[in-house]
């Protein structure tokens, strides 16, 4: 499986963006997908993630500003992010699967100026 994110880009505090993935090809519905996210010179760290188009989780940082939704005709996870703050800064990976066998997309680029 193969996924591409897209939607990064440079945003000032306090905007949003809309983070998109696509599949290359059908995800059953009770595997999850979802965000990950890694800043410079830091680990890799969960954002969020949502499976059967229903009990989404998010981390603590983000979980009064994001929202996680998926569109399995579209084969498509999205990651709506509000109130934006530098340290959203990081590149935002998209991934498919569990722990033990997961599918990992390149990755956007996020960057929140002050």
């Known amino acids: 499986v193969q996924l591409q994110a897209s939607g990064g880009g440079l945003v000032q505090a306090g905007g949003s963006l809309r983070l998109s993935c696509v599949a290359s090809?059908?995800?059953?519905?009770?595997?999850?997908m979802g965000w990950f996210r890694q800043a410079p010179g830091k680990q890799r760290e969960f954002v969020a993630s949502?499976?059967?188009?229903?009990?989404?989780r998010y981390a603590a940082s983000v979980e009064d500003r994001a929202t996680i939704s998926r569109d399995n005709a579209k084969k498509s996870v999205y990651l709506q992010l509000t109130r934006l703050q530098p340290e959203d800064t990081a590149i935002y990976y998209c991934?498919?699967?569990?722990?033990?066998?997961?599918?990992w997309g390149k990755g956007t680029q996020v960057t929140v100026s002050s």
């Open positions: 991934y498919a699967g569990g722990p033990d066998n997961r599918f």
């Open positions: 090809e059908s995800i059953h519905s009770s595997i999850h």
């Open positions: 949502i499976r059967s188009g229903r009990d989404p």
